[in-house]
């Protein structure tokens, strides 16, 4: 007997609102439908009346989270279709501003997944460990989030110099938390048994639906834009990109876990850059734009974000393109969830990161009866704590 | 002063929606209650279900989509309700003021007490608010 859960339209953690309607037999997932556009704003259309200069503070404006990635691909299709170079200096002072973003971003998702599971001292833990990355951000930008860093040809505002040793020591600190994190993730068997081959995304399937990011990666599949397409900076600096093989939800909070060494790793690079290359040009005047098209693309938190510009020579694009990379990643749900239980639903769903969280009702409908459920979204998130405490009480006999 | 306000005075319970915005503001709500602000010392909860909140702390522009979502949420809470507006988007439609799905502020739908300004504010702007409403009762 099939029954039907809708759960949606919009969670207001993190990313787009999207609505799902899990089909259910008994406890198993049999299908997903998903619907998604419940948050849209018509941002393509607003920017193209807009002027060049005035996109980047609309595009940053996209998602919260990802507040440096969309303005950063956006100035690289307008560079590409203007064809300069941007100042060495930006170049780091980008990569550093990005990398930093990646970083709260990715401690962002960690302490929402262990909500997730019960597990809200990770939560706590998490949030904590991210505010001086906050910290760090708010005093060279001004912002904790919206950075309005990215400008066509550059960047707006340089980094103070007496800035940088707080940027280290923030990041010595960071080290040693991310691996006292890291460790209690890996070396926790809870966590491994209520994640552990759970919403298996592998890599045929990463490939087919188009998944991007660290989804992609855990899965096994090898792409990562820094990588791939270096821009600026990125193809001076040395890092490794973390890929797992399993596809499963463990597998990707590992993979965020090992990224952020990786970010670390960047920023550190990038700052030696910075101070060896001393005062200078951290912005190029482009003047006007001539008719054309441009392509942007830069790995966000959640992969690989695109831009398109297409100009007719005036002072607005034409037309502006963006993808998401959470659109295609949302999409890999419908193989991810099937055959797992609706405890695990709520996890799986997370586990891309278009985090999916608490205000949201459920209501399931008994197919055949007409039967109805109303859940709240905290219901389901109970579900998932008390799977992991039947867990940990099986594993520890109390 | 009712019971029901003194009572909601000595420990709000908090229901965020967001009807439309960025996530930015949604972040640094939840930020309030992580440990560097934590605001759960004042009991101040935030809750999973409409029906248990006091306080409805709504961002973002309107949406075309999320407008009945919006009146149905406002109609299922439990009154009396005080509504706070958090960011400018919600505030008077920020920087998505021209989008063509985005139908107004949300004080053009429902009643609102208070509005807390920024693109995202601060988590202790948003406190602030809270606290002013509070202050009001």
Redesign the interface.
């Known amino acids: 007997m099939v029954k039907k859960i809708p759960i949606g ?2 969670h ?4 787009e ?1 999207e609505f799902f309607e899990l089909h259910v037999d008994g406890e198993r997932v049999v299908d997903i439908d998903m619907t998604i ?7 393509e ?2 920017s193209e ?1 807009k002027t060049w200069d005035q996109v980047p ?2 595009v940053e ?5 990802c ?1 440096c990635s969309h303005p950063y691909a956006y100035v690289k299709a307008v560079e590409d279709l203007l064809q300069i170079e941007v100042p060495e200096r930006a170049q780091y002072i980008r990569a550093i501003v990005a990398e930093l973003e990646r970083l709260h971003s990715h401690l ?1 998702w960690t ?1 929402l997944a262990g909500h997730f599971i019960g597990y809200n001292t990770v ?2 833990w998490t ?2 460990y991210r ?1 001086p990355v906050l910290d760090i951000l708010e005093a060279v930008t001004g912002n ?3 950075y309005a860093m990215m400008r066509i040809g550059g960047v707006r505002r340089e980094i103070p110099v007496e800035e940088i040793p707080n940027i280290r020591k923030m990041l010595d600190d960071l080290v040693e938390k991310n691996k006292m994190l890291t460790g209690a993730i890996v070396d926790d068997p809870v966590i491994h048994a209520r994640t552990e081959g759970v919403g298996i995304l592998d890599k045929k399937m990463c490939r087919l639906y188009g998944a991007l990011g660290p989804t992609a990666r855990a899965g096994g599949y090898n792409i990562d834009a820094r990588r791939d397409h270096p821009i600026d900076a990125y193809g001076k600096i040395d890092f490794d990109v973390i890929v797992c093989e399993n596809g499963d939800v463990y597998d990707k909070a590992v993979v965020r876990q090992l990224e952020n060494f990786e970010s670390i790793k960047i920023i550190r690079q990038a700052l030696d850059k910075l101070e060896a290359l001393g005062p200078g040009d951290i912005c190029t005047e482009i003047g006007e734009v001539p008719p054309g098209e441009g392509i942007g693309v830069y790995e966000a938190p959640r992969g690989e974000v695109l831009h398109y510009i297409r100009s007719n020579g005036g002072n607005m694009p034409m037309r502006h393109k963006i993808r998401a990379p959470s659109f295609n990643n949302i999409l890999t749900n419908e193989y991810s969830v099937v055959g797992d239980t609706v405890a695990d639903a709520g996890l799986i769903t997370a586990a891309v990161d278009p985090c999916y969280s ?2 949201e ?1 459920v209501g399931r409908i008994d197919r055949n009866s007409g039967e109805r459920w109303i859940m ?4 389901l ?1 109970r579900m998932s704590q008390e799977k992991t405490e039947e867990i940990r009480k099986m594993m520890t006999g109390k | 002063m009712s019971l029901a306000l003194k009572a909601l005075k000595k420990s709000p319970w908090v229901f965020h929606v967001n009807t439309g915005a960025c996530n930015n503001c949604d972040i640094e709500i939840l930020d309030a209650l992580t440990p560097r602000f934590d605001v759960e010392r004042f009991g101040i909860v935030l809750v999973g279900s409409i029906r248990h909140a006091d306080v409805l702390l709504i961002s973002g522009p309107v949406t075309r989509n999320v407008l009945p979502r919006l009146k149905r949420l406002y109609e299922q809470a439990p009154k009396p309700v005080k509504v706070i507006v958090i960011g400018a988007c919600g505030c008077n439609c920020g920087i998505f003021r021209d989008g063509y799905n985005i139908i107004g502020p949300v004080d053009k739908y429902i009643p609102v007490d208070a509005y807390v300004p920024g693109c995202p504010p601060k988590p202790e702007t948003i406190i602030a608010g809270v606290v002013k409403v509070l202050n009001t009762l």
């Not at chain 1, 207001?12 to 990313?15: D, F, K, R, T």
């Not at chain 1, 556009?37 to 941002?43: A, E, T």
């Open positions: 339209p919009f207001p953690i993190l990313e609102p556009g419940w948050s849209h704003r018509g941002i259309l607003l009346h503070f609309l404006r996209v998602c919260g989270i507040s962002l302490g939560f706590m949030w904590k505010e904790r989030n919206h608490c205000t009702r709240s979204e905290g219901d998130i």
